[in-house]
């Protein structure tokens, strides 16, 4: 009887249990607080809440961790200045989040033709209508959130230029280096790290044929140089789907996936994204 009656308590307790609202591990990228790197915190806030932080004016990533506390991403950009960033709930600084530098490689590189110094006059309106098109992709912000932002590398490839290198051709300071290179054989396949919807493809004069991923919640991810794309405007994918083969096309000296993680808008750098086995 005793017996009998420690089980039914069982029963009633760990069905009480399943009565529980389980929320998710909310795997985000590790707080990084410099240029190029990502504003990761938990925020004791309420759901009504959530929706009243901004950082520098711009939406933040975010996941419910519990009842009332949530996990927050946000980008820094690569031309912050070294100060505190202060997280803004309804105009009303709740937390200010120290910032420190990071030292990124310089690289200096000469080219004597001209041409590949700066384009040819004749491709500025095509380059234009080019960074135009970019720029309305990379501004997607659709309403989906991934609980987990782990990603797996998209291409089997040797890291050959980190995020964040200060660039010069010819001793003329260039735009900074606003993705990872990872350098493979062409026709090595890429995936998609994360699950997303294909937003744009192209054939762009810089980037080579080109795949812009949206990961919902203001992140973009994009995939250049391709030699050959699997993927159609409009298409959803899912994690570790193939999207299409490592290629030189564009500006390159050499067969490389140049890839990129946008968050609302700031390139940040895509090792952060990683699982751990890079
Ligand atoms: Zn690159």
Known sequence: MKNKLSFICIFILSSCATLDISYPLCDFP????FPGGVI??????????INEIDI??????????????????????LSEE???????????????????????????????NQDLVSPPEEYLPRIKMETELGKAAIST????????????????????????????????PRNRHTGLDLAASIG???????????????????RGKTVFLDHGGGMISTYSHMSKVVVQQ???LEKGDLIGAVGQSGR??????HWQIILSGIPVDPELFLEPSL
Not at 30 to 33: A, G, I, K, R, V
Not at 40 to 49: D, G, K, M, P
Not at 83 to 106: C, F, M, T, W
Not at 252 to 257: E, F, I, K, M, S
């Open 30 to 33: 590790e707080h990084s607080p």
């Open 40 to 49: 990761s915190q938990t925020l004791r806030i309420n759901a009504y809440e």
């Open 56 to 77: 520098n004016q711009k939406n933040i990533y975010f996941c419910q961790v519990d009842k009332d506390h949530w996990k927050i991403l946000a980008p820094i950009s």
């Open 82 to 112: 070294i100060k505190p960033i202060d997280i803004v709930k309804n105009g009303q600084s709740i937390l200010e989040v120290p910032i420190s530098n990071k030292a990124y490689r310089e690289s200096k590189i000469t080219i004597t």
């Open 141 to 172: 912000l659709s309403r989906r959130f991934h609980t987990s932002l782990k990603m797996l590398l998209p291409t089997q490839g040797i890291k050959s230029s980190e995020f964040g290198v200060k660039r010069f051709i010819n001793n003329q």
């Open 188 to 206: 090595t396949e890429i995936i998609s790290p994360l699950s997303g919807k294909v937003i744009l493809v192209g054939n762009f004069y810089y």
């Open 234 to 236: 409009g298409q959803s």
């Open 252 to 257: 390159v000296t050499g067969p490389h996936l």
